[in-house]
C-alpha cells in the first residue's frame, strides 16, 4: 500500500519560514514527478512547485517563484519545500502529490498518490 505522509505545517508570522517534507512508503519517487499542492478555503488546489525526482528537474508557479525551493533527498527518498518569506496568502494546506505523465503539472488531475495534507497558517 502506498503511503505519502506531509510534516513540517504550522503557524507563523508573515515574513517567516517553514519548511515541509514528503516521504512514502510503498513507492519509490524515482520516475516519478512529485508536487506540492496547496488549497486554501474558497480555492481551487493548485500545484506551487514541482520536481521530477530522477533528475531534479523543477519548476515554480509565479506566486512562489523565488520564496519556495523544492528538493530531493536520494538517500532518504524525500521531497522538501522550504518556504521563505511567507505571506498571508500562503495560508492553506498543503499536500505532496506524485504521478508519472503528468501534463499540466500544476492542475490535480494526473496523480495518482496523495498524502493526507499539513496545515500552514501565516499570521500578521
Known amino acids: 500500500q502506498v503511503q505519502l505522509v506531509e510534516s513540517g505545517g504550522g503557524s507563523v508570522q508573515a515574513g517567516g519560514s517553514l519548511r515541509l517534507s514528503c516521504s512514502a512508503s510503498?513507492?519509490?519517487?524515482?520516475?516519478?514527478?512529485v508536487t506540492w499542492f496547496r488549497e486554501a478555503p474558497g480555492k481551487q488546489r493548485g500545484g506551487v512547485a514541482v520536481i521530477y525526482f530522477g533528475s531534479g528537474w523543477q519548476e515554480y508557479d509565479g506566486s512562489v517563484a523565488g520564496r519556495f525551493t523544492i528538493s530531493r533527498d536520494t538517500a532518504k527518498k524525500t521531497v522538501s519545500l522550504q518556504m521563505n518569506s511567507l505571506k498571508l496568502d500562503d495560508t492553506a494546506v498543503y499536500y505532496c502529490?506524485?504521478?508519472?505523465?503528468?501534463?499540466?503539472?500544476?492542475?490535480?488531475?494526473?496523480?495518482?498518490?496523495w498524502g493526507q495534507g499539513t496545515q500552514v497558517t501565516v499570521s500578521s
Open positions: 502529490a506524485a504521478g508519472r505523465g503528468v501534463g499540466n503539472w500544476r492542475q490535480p488531475y494526473d496523480y495518482t498518490y
Open positions: 510503498g513507492l519509490t519517487f524515482n520516475t516519478y514527478f
